[in-house]
């Protein structure tokens, strides 16, 4: 019949726990609290030590659409959000955080907004541990629309508790690598897609406190040899069609392969020649951003 609504397309918000008991009922009130009338919530812990599953547990006995699973081995943090996303049902795919507060209409708002795009994203409040507002994200890092998979080069600014994506594209990603972070590797992923939208909005209350859960701390070596390593991956991920893309990530690839001066020369000119795309989340002016690409004649930088 004609006059008949289409159902809305379900949503599943996947959550990473580890050892969150302290901050996770705040995030589950508002996972429930979205306004978005058809989620699902698939919470998967990575062996936590403490009270975390029994507080999940406890609400997935309350709400029929949370999904609660246990890992039988510590899995870490990129591998346990490729575990949920498996695990998830929806048509789109939302990443949770269990430390955050999420705003009600979080979930509706980007739904409304995503339309054929692969991913959506927007602004996060970062806060305090007793959630004191201290700045936002776009303070930080120059956030906008994102046409090309270049921007993602040497940088980041998409968050992962910020955005939705269609689970096709989030499943096709699989497997996440390990030197990238997830929120890196799917925000870059999903530019092979299609353009990513961008909403000027902060919906998630980003907490800030000595236990967040990023991944262990590298040393500069073990970050460069990752770095090379995205680069090589950004590469090969590439189609065909992105060929001239491909070859500048074999290009910065080869250039952060030692301090020769031949590879220091590149590493500089390709830093001008393609800043608008390497340089395009950092908020520096114009003479800023000169006097970063004449650096990286000395120094190699980390991917962000």
């Known amino acids: 019949m004609s006059g008949e609504i289409k159902p ?3 949503v599943s918000i996947v ?34 030590k403490d009270n975390t599953v029994e507080i999940l547990e406890r609400y997935a006995a309350k709400h029929s659409h949370i999904r609660v699973f246990r890992n039988a081995s510590n899995l870490g943090y990129t591998r346990n959000f490729e575990k949920a996303v498996s695990l998830a049902t929806g048509e789109y795919i939302s990443f ?14 980007l739904m409304n907004a995503i339309g054929d795009h692969p991913m959506v994203y927007s602004d996060s409040q970062l806060v305090s541990e007793d959630l004191q507002p201290l700045w936002k994200h776009s303070d930080l890092k120059h ?8 921007y993602f080069a040497t940088d980041n600014c998409v968050a992962g508790h910020s955005l939705i994506m269609k689970r096709a594209i989030a499943v096709a990603a699989m497997p996440y690598p390990r030197e990238a972070a997830y929120d890196l590797w799917l925000p870059f992923f999903a530019t092979l897609h299609g353009e990513i939208k961008y909403i000027n909005t902060a919906f998630v209350q980003w907490r800030q406190h000595s236990s967040n859960i990023t991944g262990g701390k590298l040393d500069l070596q073990a970050k460069l040899r990752d770095t090379r390593t995205i680069f090589s991956l950004f590469r090969d991920a590439c189609p065909a069609a992105l060929d001239k893309e491909r070859k500048i990530f074999q290009e910065l690839y080869d250039s952060y392969g030692s301090y020769s001066l031949a590879n220091n020369f590149k590493r500089m000119q390709l830093f001008f020649t393609h800043q608008r795309y390497f340089l395009g989340m950092k908020k520096r002016n114009a003479f800023r951003k000169f006097l970063f690409c004449i650096k990286m004649f000395f120094k190699m930088r980390p991917h962000a």
């Open 15 to 48: 959550m990473a726990t580890y050892n969150g008991a302290r901050f996770l009922e705040a995030q589950m009130d508002s996972l429930l609290a979205q306004t978005y009338p058809n989620i699902e919530i698939v919470a998967v812990d990575d062996c936590s």
């Open 8 to 10: 809305l397309p379900l």
């Open 143 to 150: 956030q906008t629309p994102f046409d090309s998979c270049l």
């Open 96 to 109: 949770s955080d269990q430390d955050d507060i999420w705003q009600p209409e979080k979930t509706t708002l």
